[in-house]
Every structure is written in C-alpha cells, then in structure tokens.
C-alpha cells in the first residue's frame, strides 16, 4: 500500500478537519504574557473559591453577579477540551474550565486589567 494518500482522500481529511475546528466555540483564550485566560474581547477571566469545580453550577448570583458578570455561553456552543458549560440559576449558561466557572470583574476596565485578582481572597485569574 502506498504511503500517499490520493488528492480526493487528503481533500476530504482536510475539510473534515476544517470543519472540526470551525465548531469549536469561541470560548476563552490564554494571554500571551502570563498565560491568564481571557474572553473574547481580551478582558481577564476569574474562577471563584466559593464554586464548587465539577458541580455544574455557580455559586456567584444576584448581587455577586453584578460585580462579576458570568463568562455566558450561546445555548448552541458546545463543550471542548477543559472547557465545559454550567447552569446558571436563573437557567442560563456559562462557560467554565476545568470545572470551573469563569466570570469578568466588573472593576477591570480595558484589556489586560487583573484588578480582580485576589479580591477577598476568593477570586483568583483563571488559568489553562
């Protein structure tokens, strides 16, 4: 058996894994610097101590929420790798990595901001 593969075979690899890759959900991104992970408009992720990593839930609502707005996710996006999806309580979704739920800090102004970090000492930068 040859070791090429016909052009019609590697077309059809290509546009599988093309395909793959497109449906992937635009979810959270490492920072190049220091490796936080970031959302789609490059505003720094935050985990909570207080959620619980695998529940499948947040335990940041109401008022909590307001200060640190959920990383939401489209009811079509799907899960991928160390990225997962929780429940909300009032029934929307969220990302989460590792099990984790991520959410923005209301205080962080530009791309790059971490002032999150640390607060009460129980929000910390969401790592890879």
């Known amino acids: 058996m040859s070791p090429f593969r016909s052009r019609s075979s590697l077309l059809a690899s290509s546009a599988i894994l093309l395909s793959a890759v497109l449906a ?4 959270a991104q490492p920072k190049p610097a220091d490796g936080a992970l970031v959302g789609a408009t490059g505003m720094t992720l935050y985990t909570f ?4 990593a695998g529940s499948g839930k947040s335990a940041c609502n109401g008022a909590c929420a307001t200060n640190w707005p959920p990383f939401m996710a489209a009811d079509s996006d799907k899960p991928a790798g160390d990225f997962t999806i929780v429940t909300r309580d009032d029934g929307k979704k969220q990302w989460a990595a590792k099990g ?3 959410y923005y800090w209301a205080k962080d102004s530009k791309p790059g901001d971490k002032t999150g970090d640390g607060v009460n000492g129980v929000w910390k ?3 890879p």
Not at 24 to 27: G, R, S
Not at 49 to 52: L, Q
């Open 24 to 27: 992937l959900p635009a979810i």
């Open 49 to 52: 101590d207080k959620d619980t």
């Open 100 to 102: 984790w739920p991520l």
């Open 125 to 127: 930068t969401a790592k």
